[in-house]
Each structure stands twice: as structure tokens, then as C-alpha cells.
């Protein structure tokens, strides 16, 4: 089924006049030149990854620190993983094709679930803008699809909760998928 989903878009990219696959990750970003070219291999190629879903869970993160996200050229090599490393690849491969594009984070943040006693609440996807409105692709949940044009996060936000059937609690555009620490004032001392 893979395979002629692959096949299917490789067709129609042609057609298109889009990029043909790349044997690699450097060859993919001298040959990719839109958020679109990126969102079509990531639709013929991303596979979900539900055991890696558990280990980057918030109870795992708490014991353990978690695990690596995924190096984009790794993600390429082997595109299984989980909306983080997605997120990752799209980010990173469109800031160096399409730096005009704006490539950046949307960290959606769901009420808590239960899943084999382990905490899922994140949700990661990439977004950029174009002609002053916002878009979103690199989604684990429906590889292959952009979402937009949108005139705000916000509308998105609360189409995407409607699609999802559960409420958003919050959300956030950020610049890295790396947690920020909180720098601590220093206190003075009497």
C-alpha cells in the first residue's frame, strides 16, 4: 500500500513538475524548493511509530529525561517516528530550502490521556507563512496534508480541535522543539 501511495505521488508530482525522490538527505534539500515539496515525500514515505509514542511520553520524560528526537537526515534515511521527529524534519528542511517561508513549531497541548499507563498530552506540527497567512502540514495524525491558509494560529487551532474531536487546552508557536528551561533571576544577597 506504501509503495503505490509512493508511486501514485511520484506520478503526479511529475506531472506537476514537482522534484523526483532523492536517493538522500542531501541531495533531497538541493532538489526540494517549497513547503509542498517537502509535505509530498513526507505523505508517500512517514510511517507513525506508536512504541516510540510511549517512550517519549511525559511519564517517561520525567524518569528518564527521554529520548533523542530524530536528526532530519536520519528521519530521512528511516522515516518512522512519532509528530516530534515529523515536526523536526519539516522545521529544519524547510528553514534551509525555504528560509522566506518561516518555518516553526506548533506545540498543541491536549487534556491528558491514559495510554498503557503512560501520559500523552503533546501534539507537534510545523508551520510556515506565505502571502501573510499561516499554514500547517507535518502532521502524524494525516501525513501529506497542509492545513491553510489560515488568518491566525488561533482560527487553526480551533478548526483542528474540531477535526480532532478533543479540546485544546493550549498551544504555543515556538522556535525549537527543544524544552526551554526557565532561567532563575539570581537573588541578591543582603
Known sequence: MRAARALMLLALGAACGAPAWADDYAQALQRWRSAEDVNAWIGANFS?????????????????????????????????????????????????????????????????????????????????????????????????????????????????AAWRGRPIVGHRELASYQRQTRALAAKATP
Open 48 to 160: 507513525y511509530d506508536p512504541p516510540r509514542a510511549l517512550q517519549l511520553s511525559e511519564t517517561q520524560r520525567r524518569r528518564t529525561g527521554g529520548l533523542p528526537i530524530l536528526e532530519p537526515q536520519d528521519f530521512y534515511a528511516a522515516p518512522v517516528g512519532v509528530c516530534v521527529d515529523l515536526s523536526r524534519f519539516a522545521v529544519e528542511t524547510l528553514r534551509r530550502i525555504d528560509p522566506a517561508a518561516a518555518a516553526g513549531y506548533l506545540m498543541i497541548e491536549f487534556a491528558p490521556v491514559q495510554l498503557q499507563g503512560q501520559t500523552l498530552r503533546l501534539h507537534w506540527l510545523a508551520s510556515f507563512r506565505r502571502d501573510g497567512q499561516h499554514y500547517f502540514f507535518a502532521d502524524s495524525e494525516r501525513p501529506g496534508h497542509i492545513a491553510g491558509p489560515y488568518a491566525s494560529t488561533r482560527q487553526f487551532i480551533d478548526d483542528y
